[in-house]
Nanobody, 126 residues
Framework: QVQLVESGGGLVQTGGSLRLSCEAS????????MGWFRQAPGKEREFVAA????????RYADSVKGRFTITRDNAKNTVYLRINSLKPEDTAVYYC???????????????????WGQGTQVTVSS
């Protein structure tokens, strides 16, 4: 079982930056591919970024390429999401998720991840 706790959200102005963190419990963090998703009010949860267990493979949604960077530190059981050039449309609750996988092929579906955090709110003011 993996428990995930996100942090780092907040209220920022357009053009600002944030770094979200997701700390996982347990000693098998390196066995999991990790993903970030977001959900805006009235919208479905959508894929943002994913990273393989080793960090050697990453994948991004087209809408965030070039602005978002996902990384992980297996020694700290933590995955990060750096967000630059924030836009009002980035406003959402951001969730991290874990998928038990050693494959470099990264999944983007909500249903393909086994464990979820509670989310952290990101609000971008215009």
């Amino acid at each position: 079982q993996v428990q995930l706790v996100e942090s780092g959200g907040g209220l920022v102005q357009t053009g600002g930056s944030l770094r979200l963190s997701c700390e996982a419990s347990g000693r098998t963090f390196s066995s999991y591919a990790m993903g970030w998703f977001r959900q805006a009010p009235g919208k479905e949860r959508e894929f943002v970024a994913a990273i393989s267990w080793s960090g050697g493979s990453v994948r991004y949604a087209d809408s965030v390429k070039g602005r978002f960077t996902i990384t992980r530190d297996n020694a700290k059981n933590t995955v990060y999401l750096r967000i630059n050039s924030l836009k009002p449309e980035d406003t959402a609750v951001y969730y991290c998720a874990a998928r038990f996988s050693s494959s470099p092929l990264l999944r983007v579906g909500v249903g393909e991840y086994d464990h979820w955090g509670q989310g952290t709110q990101v609000t971008v003011s215009s």
